[in-house]
């Protein structure tokens, strides 16, 4: 059974950096393919970023592309999701998420899920 663990959310100022980890144990998350998801507070959940086994990336959010990069790192077993120029448009809880077929912005389509984490951007 996949289990995924997130870590690394905290507060954080406006122009800030964070970066998130996505830790999986039962199986090799590189056979999977591994997407971030966020909530912010009374709006729905929306796809940030998404990893493919082949390591290749797929962005889902328009408001993120040049500030937010996801990576895994195989002999760690973890998907990072590095944050840089932090908003406060970007609070929320953030989740990571994984399938055994390919990248999707359709949360209902990922079998896996951590328990999230919460990220807080404010001055």
């Known amino acids: 059974q996949l289990q995924l663990v997130e870590s690394g959310g905290d507060w954080v100022q406006p122009g800030g950096s964070l970066r998130l980890s996505c830790t999986a144990s039962?199986?090799?998350?590189?056979?999977?393919?591994t997407a971030w998801f966020r909530q912010a507070p009374g709006k729905e959940r929306e796809a940030v970023l998404c990893?493919?086994?082949?390591?290749?990336?797929?962005n889902f959010a328009e408001s993120v592309k040049g500030r937010f990069t996801i990576s895994r790192v195989d002999a760690k077993n973890t998907v990072y999701l590095q944050m840089n120029s932090l908003e406060p448009a970007d609070t929320g809880v953030y989740y990571c998420a994984a399938r055994q077929n390919g990248c999707t912005d359709t949360g209902a389509a990922y079998g896996y899920w951590g328990q999230g984490t919460q990220v807080t951007v404010s001055s």
């Open positions: 990893i493919r086994t082949s390591g290749q990336s797929r």
């Open positions: 039962g199986y090799p998350l590189a056979g999977y393919a």
